[in-house]
């Protein structure tokens, strides 16, 4: 239930018809992180007026707050094709077949394939990516975005963050998603001229 609300709190606002669904399913949980963290968004959220302008000024202006999962580990390259032809396959094998007009690897997508899909499967792919959700989590944060509270909810499911998956976010962090450099022309020494 946390996967499902926390993918439609996710997607673009667009129909506000959404919001009392979510609500009455969340209002169904158990007390805990999880279950605060969707309550404190549909809280902020139910005070605003701009959802979507927010959600665009947010989500499509803002590098540091990307929804793709494989940006934060391929970033622009050409091995993000892959990863993500990758992903539909894992997909495929737990019987399902990725329709989405988004990319595969669009986070309300991954947690909507956790929930309804395969919740085993679906959990291994976060943690996979826990480093990606964990830096999407503080750039929200440092956005002063109440979307920050739906990434406490949906980290608050996995595995406590490990010394590995804090140390692979702050390195991440530092330097960033890869980028490509097929046919830059290196100078003898390696390094791009």
Do not use: N
Not at 144 to 161: D, I, Q, S
């Amino acid at each position: 239930m946390v996967l499902q609300a926390a993918s439609l709190c996710l997607l673009h606002p667009d129909d506000p018809g959404r919001w009392p669904l979510v609500r009455a399913a969340v209002a169904e949980l158990p007390a805990g992180p999880a279950r605060a963290g969707l309550d404190a968004f549909l809280d902020a959220i139910a005070q605003r007026r701009d959802l979507a302008e927010h959600y665009v000024a947010v989500f499509d202006t803002r590098r540091r707050c990307c929804l793709y999962l494989t940006w934060w580990t391929d970033g622009e390259t050409r091995r993000r094709g892959g990863a993500l032809a990758a992903l539909k396959q894992r997909y495929r094998r737990s019987g399902v077949e990725f329709r989405g007009t988004e990319l595969p690897d669009f986070l309300p997508a991954v947690l909507e394939y956790a929930a309804t899909a395969d919740l085993a499967d679906g959990l291994a792919l976060l943690q996979e990516h826990r480093a990606g959700v964990e830096l999407l989590r503080l750039a929200l944060h440092e956005a002063a975005t109440p979307y920050a509270h739906v990434l406490e909810a949906v980290c608050a499911l996995l595995p406590g963050p490990s010394p590995t998956d804090v140390a692979a976010a702050k390195a991440l962090a530092r330097s960033g998603p890869p980028r490509e450099q097929v046919g830059l022309e290196l100078a003898p020494f390696g390094g791009p001229r």
